[in-house]
């Protein structure tokens, strides 16, 4: 998928921002053109999308002309397709931007809008029009139950507040934090895909690779009610961190990284596991930490700074290296706990890497010079990211979530509608 007419962008929300760069011979598209254009990029087999507003600015003049559009669907749409369309018998690219990621968005859409009502006027000499379809509706003075149904839906929480803000500022004031909790509960089981590099296969007969499995298919299984934690210790840089993630891929996970703090806990998710990955476990109270690692659906109340919060217990894996392990069995032994920290325990250790490292590259291995004088362990960091990024997902004997979604994307664009072709405009 290097290939650029290969590319694949998904979108989930129910506002969007795009922009189309126009070639030299492509007329300019009128705003209807452009609202059917996104329509039926956002349009899914079992689903049509329908814009309910439109807000545009084109620039028409000079060696850049473009469009930048800001659109509001009268729903959330989940689509992962190929972005472009066709213009004038020729295919252009549709640069996709999360709209709350946009520059120019401050907590509202309406400083998208009016960044791009202004664009004539900071830029007289582009010919840039600004045109509009619908209308958003801003400060109607109260939020409806359909309102608080289409911001559930969204699955950004940013986009959510911005789109309730902008019907009725107070209304949101009013029922801020309660909205939030029920979006929570909403997407306690979303994806959030926690794995972002490519992977090398697992050495499936380590002892920590394979037991780890059994442990976690034990522990979801829900026949045992106490369920021992699991502990796995080895040196840095042996892959640990990486295939725990791998290994949670699809679970919710109640995650603690650097200071353990209960603070922000949300107990509304419903995690399926906790995990302590290098977390600084020197400042716990070991009886509130025993406790919460010991039992299977117990509420246990943890003290926080003025205040006090319920977390419910659950599975938990440890992923430490020798020296925090070791710390954490001194704590216990403070408490007199060393015995029931050993038989509540699932402790997998490793000396080597759990991942089959692969061949050099050639290049690199020939290229090794270039890194004369350099810091060996800056050397041993370079060149491990010129091996990463040769890695093909394609050689692993699986087949990706990208590759499943990429089949069944061309059979689902069988059925659509064809591409938007404009048409000259008459003189």
């Not at 829900?222 to 840095?236: A, F, H, M, P």
């Not at 290994?247 to 995990?275: A, Q, W």
């Amino acid at each position: 998928m290097s290939q650029p007419h290969k590319k694949y962008y998904e979108f989930k929300a129910m506002h969007g921002y795009v922009t189309i760069n126009l070639k030299n011979n492509t007329p300019i598209p009128s705003k209807e053109t452009i609202k059917n254009m996104i329509e039926q990029w956002c349009t899914t087999r079992s689903k049509r999308a329908q814009i309910k507003y439109l807000a545009l600015s084109k620039t028409t003049k000079g060696p850049n002309r473009h469009v930048h559009a800001f659109f509001e669907l009268e729903d959330v749409s989940h689509v992962r397709k190929r972005p472009f369309i066709q213009l004038n018998g020729e295919q252009h690219f549709m640069k996709f931007e999360k709209i709350t990621e946009n520059e120019n968005y401050d907590g509202s859409f309406k400083t998208i809008i009016d960044y791009l009502k202004k664009q004539g006027e900071k830029h007289p000499e582009s010919g840039a029009i600004f045109e509009e379809i619908g209308k958003m509706e801003n400060n109607r003075g109260r939020l409806g139950d359909i309102d608080l149904g289409r911001a559930l839906k969204m699955p950004d929480l940013e986009e959510a507040h911005a789109y309730l803000k902008g019907i009725s500022v107070k209304g949101f004031m009013n029922i801020g934090q309660k909205f939030d909790s029920l979006w929570n509960q909403e997407h306690s089981r979303d994806n959030y895909n926690r794995i972002r590099i490519k992977l090398q296969p697992w050495k499936e007969d380590n002892p920590v690779v394979k037991n780890s499995r059994i442990w976690l298919n034990s522990a979801l299984s829900g026949k045992s009610k106490r369920i021992k934690t699991l502990v796995i210790v080895s040196d840095t840089k042996m892959g640990k961190t990486e295939f725990i993630n791998d290994l949670l891929k699809d679970l919710k996970v109640d995650e603690f990284r650097g200071r353990f703090m209960m603070d922000g806990h949300n107990e509304n998710l419903k995690y399926d596991i906790r995990l302590f990955d290098d977390a600084n476990l020197n400042d716990i109270i070991w009886p509130e930490f025993k406790s919460l690692i010991s039992t299977r659906g117990e509420q246990i109340t943890i003290n926080i700074k003025y205040s006090h919060v319920k977390v419910t217990s659950i599975p938990t894996i440890l992923v430490l290296n020798p020296g925090s392990w070791k710390a954490l069995q001194e704590r216990a032994k403070e408490f007199e706990d060393f015995d029931w920290l050993e038989k509540n325990t699932v402790v997998l250790q490793t000396n080597e890497k759990l991942y089959i490292e692969p061949p050099p590259k050639e290049e690199a291995v020939r290229d090794k010079n270039k890194y004369d004088g350099l810091d060996p362990k800056l050397v041993e960091m370079l060149l491990e990211n010129e091996v990463e990024e040769d890695v093909n997902l394609d050689d692993m004997g699986d087949d990706t979530i990208d590759d499943l979604n990429d089949i069944i994307e061309e059979l689902e664009e069988e059925s659509m509608p064809p591409p938007m072709v404009l048409e000259e405009p008459k003189p």
